[in-house]
């Protein structure tokens, strides 16, 4: 399993699209450590790529909020919150088909699920919901939309 492989082909690709931009990779799972250290000594001294580990609530929110798209990547996941964090936040999610996260992830309307070991498929996803503004914003408030119908304290009250 290569999941820097995803990354790889996101960064290679966004590169064409853009010359100014910052690729953010926030890793919070405890075996993350190690595709971290392998990450950092790749991408050490460079300017375009920001590497954050165990990062805090605030840092995440932040993240999320200045994020164009979120991968959530998981080989396995039990509900995974991030996922409706970023959708609540308007920001589209590229998930792996895993868990909890096709409940929060209607594919092609606020985000695409795609198999947890495709790493060329998840990095079409994201280039597609970053290549298209219109998709970006139209995803991000159905995400929105799909955390409040199904997820919020409020709605689960009512049933």
């Given at each position: 399993?290569?999941?820097?492989?995803?990354?790889?082909g996101i960064y290679r690709?966004?590169?064409?699209?853009?010359?100014?931009?910052?690729?953010?990779?926030?890793?919070?799972?405890?075996?993350?450590?190690?595709?971290?250290?392998?990450?950092?000594?790749?991408?050490?001294?460079?300017?375009?790529?920001?590497l954050i580990l165990g990062?805090?609530?605030?840092?995440?929110?932040?993240?999320?909020?200045?994020?164009?798209?979120?991968?959530?990547?998981?080989?396995?996941?039990?509900?995974?919150?991030?996922?409706?964090?970023?959708?609540?936040?308007?920001?589209?999610?590229?998930?792996?088909?895993?868990?909890?996260?096709?409940?929060?992830?209607?594919?092609?309307?606020?985000?695409?699920?795609?198999?947890?070991?495709?790493?060329?498929?998840?990095?079409?996803?994201?280039?597609?919901?970053?290549?298209?503004?219109?998709?970006?914003?139209?995803?991000?408030?159905?995400?929105?939309?799909?955390?409040k119908e199904n997820f919020?304290?409020?709605?689960?009250?009512?049933?």
């Amino acid at each position: 399993m290569c999941p820097g492989r995803v990354v790889k082909g996101i960064y290679r690709k966004s590169k064409k699209l853009y010359k100014k931009r910052i690729l953010e990779i926030a890793l919070d799972d405890p075996e993350g450590q190690q595709m971290y250290e392998q990450l950092h000594a790749k991408v050490k001294g460079r300017k375009d790529v920001r590497l954050i580990l165990g990062a805090h609530d605030i840092m995440v929110n932040v993240i999320q909020r200045a994020s164009d798209v979120i991968l959530q990547k998981s080989i396995r996941e039990g509900f995974g919150l991030t996922v409706s964090e970023a959708l609540w936040k308007e920001t589209p999610v590229v998930g792996s088909n895993v868990g909890g996260i096709p409940m929060q992830i209607i594919d092609g309307e606020n985000g695409y699920l795609v198999d947890p070991h495709d790493y060329d498929g998840a990095a079409k996803k994201v280039m597609d919901i970053l290549s298209d503004k219109n998709l970006r914003e139209e995803m991000g408030i159905k995400g929105r939309q799909h955390v409040k119908e199904n997820f919020l304290i409020t709605r689960l009250i009512e049933d």
